[in-house]
C-alpha cells in the first residue's frame, strides 16, 4: 500500500464568509454609504459579493452599519445573512457579531465590503493555506507601507506578531510587508480568539488584528499568504483611493480582453464594466464603455467614443465613432453609424445599414434593409430590402400608447415621411418623400399626400424693428 504523505494539506470544513461592510466612510463627504460607492458601474460591496459567491460559501454573512437600509434594499436579493453593528466598535467587534450565527464545524474566510480587487485564486490559495487548526492571513508587500499594519517575522520567515504604525518602532516602520485584514481560520477557534479581545483606545474599540497575538499564544501555527499583486489588498476610503481602484480595474479587464486577442488600440482608454465575452480578431477603439453583458463577435470592429450596454453584435460588423446601444441584437456584417442610438429591444438582422443620427427602439429591421440618415424607427417590424430615407419618423405614440408599424419587405420609404401608428406599409409599396401615411399603403404602389404647393405674390416677410441705441 502505498505510504499516507505526512505533509499533505489538511481538509477544510465547510465554508461561512463574513464581509465587514458597516463603515462610515467619512472621507468619501458623501451621503452614500462606503460600500455603495460605484466600480466599473456596481457598488463595492458588489464586487466582494461576487468573489464571495465564487467560493461556494454554505453561507455569507454582511455586517453592516452606517446606511445599513440603503445597503440592505440594494441587495435585497442577495443570498446573504446580514447582521447589523449598531456601534462600530472595531473591526474584531464586528466579527463578534456574525459570529453566533456560524457552526462550530465551519472555516470562517474575513472580507472587506470595501476591498474590490481581490483575485479568487488569492483566497482560494489562502484557504488552501489554512485548514485544520491553523489560521492564515493574506499580507501584501507595498512600495509605501504608511498606514498600514506591518507584519513582524522571526529569524525563519514566521509571524510573530502584526504591530501597528502607530505602536511600530522605526525598525519596524521600515518594515514594507502589510497586513491586509484577510483572514482564514476555524469558527471554533475565532471565537475563542474574538472573545478574549481588549479595547485599546479610549473609545473601546476592538481589533481583529490582535488574534494574531492571541492565536500564536495558543500555540496555533499562523501561516501567510503573500498576494502577487499589492493592489488586490488595498482598501477604498476616499476619492482618490476609489480612483485607483478603478484604474486597476480598467487596467486588468483590458489585459484579459487582450489575452482573448482583442486588439485595443489604446488600452488604458477602454472602460469594462461588466462581462464581455469576444470572437476572434476583434477590434475596440479609444474611449469605448462596455456595460453590462456584451458579446463581439469575430471582426468585429467597434469605432471610437461607443457605449455598449447588454449588447451582442454579430460577426463582422462595423459599428462607426460615437454610437450608444442599449439591450439590443445586431446581426452579422452590419455598418451602424456615426451617431446611431439603438435603444432597448432593438434587434437588427444581417447587413443592415444604420446611419448617423438614426435611432432605432423596440423594433426589428430585416435583412439588407437600410436607413442611413436622420430617422426614428420605434415599435416597427421592418421587412427585408427595406429603403427609409432620410428624416422619416414613425409616429408610435398618440400621447397615451405605444403603436406598431409594420413595413413589407422591398418597401421604399421616401426622404421626410411621417408613418403615424398604427399602420401597414405592403411588400414593394413606394412612399414618396413628404408623406404622412395614416393609413395601409398598397403592396406594389406608389402612396402619396403631400398639399398642394401655393405661391403667394406680393408677399412681405416681416421685419424686425431696429434696436434702439
Not at 305 to 312: D, F, G, H, I, R
Amino acid at each position: 500500500m502505498p505510504r499516507k504523505d505526512s505533509r499533505r494539506e489538511p481538509k477544510v470544513g465547510p465554508l461561512s464568509i463574513v464581509i465587514l461592510a458597516a463603515g462610515r466612510g467619512t472621507r468619501m463627504l458623501s451621503d452614500l454609504p462606503k460600500v455603495l460607492q460605484p466600480l466599473a458601474g456596481e457598488p463595492l460591496l458588489a464586487h466582494v459579493l461576487e468573489r464571495a459567491a465564487e467560493l461556494q460559501p454554505a453561507s455569507t454573512h454582511v455586517v453592516y452599519g452606517h446606511g445599513g437600509e440603503q445597503v440592505r434594499e440594494y441587495f435585497s436579493k442577495a443570498p446573504v445573512i446580514w447582521t447589523e453593528q449598531a456601534q462600530q466598535l472595531g473591526t474584531g467587534h464586528a466579527v463578534l457579531q456574525a459570529i453566533p450565527a456560524v457552526p462550530d464545524n465551519h472555516y470562517v474566510l474575513v472580507l472587506y465590503g470595501d476591498v474590490p480587487l481581490l483575485r479568487p485564486e488569492t483566497l482560494r490559495a489562502l484557504i488552501k493555506a489554512g485548514g485544520g487548526e491553523r489560521l492564515a492571513l493574506l499580507t501584501a508587500t507595498l512600495p509605501d507601507a504608511s498606514g498600514y499594519g506591518r507584519i513582524v517575522r522571526d529569524a525563519r520567515g514566521s509571524v510573530l506578531r502584526i504591530v501597528e504604525e502607530a505602536d511600530a518602532t522605526a525598525r519596524e516602520r521600515a518594515i514594507r510587508e502589510i497586513n491586509s485584514g484577510v483572514l482564514f481560520a476555524p469558527a471554533q477557534l475565532l471565537r475563542q480568539w474574538l472573545a478574549k479581545l481588549k479595547p485599546r483606545n479610549e473609545e473601546g474599540e476592538l481589533y481583529l488584528t490582535d488574534i494574531i497575538a492571541l492565536a500564536l499564544r495558543s500555540g496555533t501555527r499562523v501561516r501567510s499568504v503573500v498576494a502577487d499583486d499589492a493592489t488586490e489588498v488595498l482598501g477604498v476610503n476616499d476619492r482618490l483611493q476609489l480612483a485607483s481602484a478603478e484604474a486597476e480595474y480598467r487596467r486588468r479587464r483590458a489585459h484579459a480582453l487582450m489575452r482573448a486577442g482583442v486588439t485595443l488600440i489604446d488600452p488604458a482608454r477602454l472602460d469594462v464594466r461588466g462581462e464581455v465575452t469576444v470572437g476572434r480578431d476583434v477590434v475596440i477603439d479609444v474611449n469605448v464603455v462596455l456595460h453590462g453583458r456584451v458579446h463581439l463577435e469575430d471582426r468585429v470592429h467597434v469605432g471610437p467614443n461607443c457605449v455598449l450596454t447588454n449588447v451582442s453584435v454579430g460577426a463582422d460588423t462595423v459599428i462607426f465613432p460615437n454610437c450608444v446601444m442599449r439591450d439590443s441584437q445586431i446581426g452579422a456584417r452590419c455598418q451602424i453609424g456615426p451617431f446611431a442610438r439603438l435603444r432597448p429591444q432593438a434587434k437588427l438582422e444581417n447587413e443592415v445599414h444604420i446611419g448617423n443620427f438614426v435611432e432605432v427602439k423596440n423594433s426589428v429591421i430585416g435583412e439588407r434593409s437600410k436607413a442611413n440618415h436622420l430617422t426614428y424607427i420605434g415599435d416597427s417590424d421592418v421587412g427585408h430590402d427595406v429603403n427609409v430615407g432620410a428624416g422619416t419618423i414613425t409616429c408610435n405614440y398618440d400621447g397615451a400608447n405605444k403603436w406598431r408599424t409594420e413595413i413589407g419587405n422591398g418597401a421604399f420609404i421616401g426622404s421626410g415621411a411621417m408613418i403615424v401608428a398604427p399602420v401597414k406599409i405592403g411588400d414593394g409599396a413606394t412612399i414618396g418623400a413628404g408623406t404622412t401615411v395614416t393609413s395601409e399603403a398598397p403592396a406594389g404602389k406608389l402612396t402619396l399626400a403631400r398639399a398642394r404647393q401655393v405661391t403667394i405674390d406680393n408677399w412681405q416677410r416681416p421685419t424686425k424693428n431696429p434696436r434702439k441705441p
